[in-house]
């Protein structure tokens, strides 16, 4: 997984209440314990179409500001996720702060206490992977509460969500694809890929399945290598990334990396990828995209798959009917491209749109 140093959020700190406002909150809870070096938020930032779901991101943060912001609108984004998928579940999130240096037992005890602040919420809102955060570690939030998902086969959970999330976003990617080239292969297409930790390296496993060239960039080495040695890829340094002439970018690290020092030198035709909150601002940067003639795949739309393959585990998990499910998304993304032709406005906007539509236009 490809994690920056980087601050996520560049601008100043922003006002909590007036952030929740903005992004029509919600509820947000805090559970600390200063002795194990644990500091936790889980943001709910709606219920209206059932209990929300959303993973567990653990990662390290340069300040309390990111990680909050990260926090609010990761849970935004499942909101706008489960309700463009037509799933049944609002959008939620969680935030460990990683700890700087972290051995195995704190993990354990991280992990369990986590667990027994999410069964607090009791159901109202449901955790699984992200970011950091692995199946042995819901594993250990499964010992603790039964308001989890994506633990271990073996205990009845649906294990890694992963290859559907990368199934969904090569799905999503064909309907870019065919949108912008009218085409329906990615047969010597040049896809470039920000992050081939677990979702990025299913989704280059899908591409060079499928005839595509790639090129990757990651700060893990082993994670690069893997791709050198399985599907031949070209490698470059984490920052060059964004110089590499191809036809697709794909972000698959982390948020906030379309922003205004990397937009200008984008040298592609699209923009598709598996990472959440692509857009370091969702509107100014949505606009830049659209005005340099950018085809951009909305993060949460493309990148619903792993959502909809939890949500299929909490009703009954059924692995087919979920990747049925997450192929769908092709034309959740060709309903989203041809609306933004008609309207004439970014591709982002016309996601928001429709989601809102759904939730507050009635």
């Known amino acids: 997984m490809m994690v920056s140093s980087k601050r996520l959020y560049q601008e100043a700190p922003v006002d909590l209440f007036e952030y929740a406002d903005e992004l029509r909150y919600g509820e947000m809870h805090l559970d600390v314990d200063p002795d194990l070096g644990y500091h936790a938020i889980v943001a709910i930032h709606n219920t209206q179409r059932g209990p929300a779901i959303g993973g567990c991101r653990f990662i390290e943060y340069e300040s309390t500001d990111d990680a909050l912001r990260d926090a609010m609108r990761l849970a935004r984004g499942m909101t706008y996720k489960s309700a463009i998928t037509g799933l049944d579940h609002g959008g939620g999130k969680a935030v460990i702060v990683r700890p700087p240096e972290l051995t195995a037992s704190q993990r354990e005890s991280i992990f369990e206490r986590f667990g027994a602040f999410i069964d607090g919420f009791d159901g109202r809102y449901v955790t699984c992977e992200d970011s950091g955060t692995l199946v042995s570690d819901m594993n250990l939030v499964h010992g603790e509460t039964d308001h989890v998902l994506g633990y271990d086969t073996a205990q009845g959970g649906s294990g890694d969500p992963s290859p559907v999330t990368a199934f969904g976003v090569r799905r999503g990617l ?18 470039a890929i920000q992050g081939v930790g677990s979702v990025g390296y299913y989704l ?14 990651d700060v893990d080495q082993s994670a690069v290598n893997m791709c050198v040695e399985q599907f031949d890829a070209n490698v470059v340094e984490p920052d060059a990334i964004y110089d590499v002439d191809c036809d697709i970018f794909a972000p698959c690290a982390l948020g906030a990396v379309l922003n205004d020092e990397t937009i200008p030198r984008l040298r592609c035709d699209i923009v598709a990828g598996a990472a959440n909150n692509q857009l370091a601002d969702e509107h100014r940067h949505a606009r830049q995209l659209d005005e340099r ?12 798959g792993g959502l909809i393959n939890v949500a299929e585990e909490y009703r009954g998990y059924d692995r087919d009917r979920a990747l049925d499910q997450a192929g769908d998304i092709y034309e959740t993304m060709h309903q989203i491209f041809e609306r933004s ?22």
């Open 174 to 191: 064909e309907a870019a694809v065919h949108h912008r080239y009218s085409r329906n292969t990615l047969e010597g297409l040049h896809v």
């Open 204 to 217: 280059a496993d899908e591409l060079d399945e499928r005839g595509a060239d790639l090129t990757v960039a």
């Open 293 to 304: 003639g950018i085809l951009y795949a909305p993060d949460y739309a493309i990148n619903a």
């Open 341 to 362: 032709e008609i309207e004439n406005r970014p591709t982002a906007e016309i996601a928001d749109r429709i989601v809102e539509e759904m939730l507050y236009d009635h």
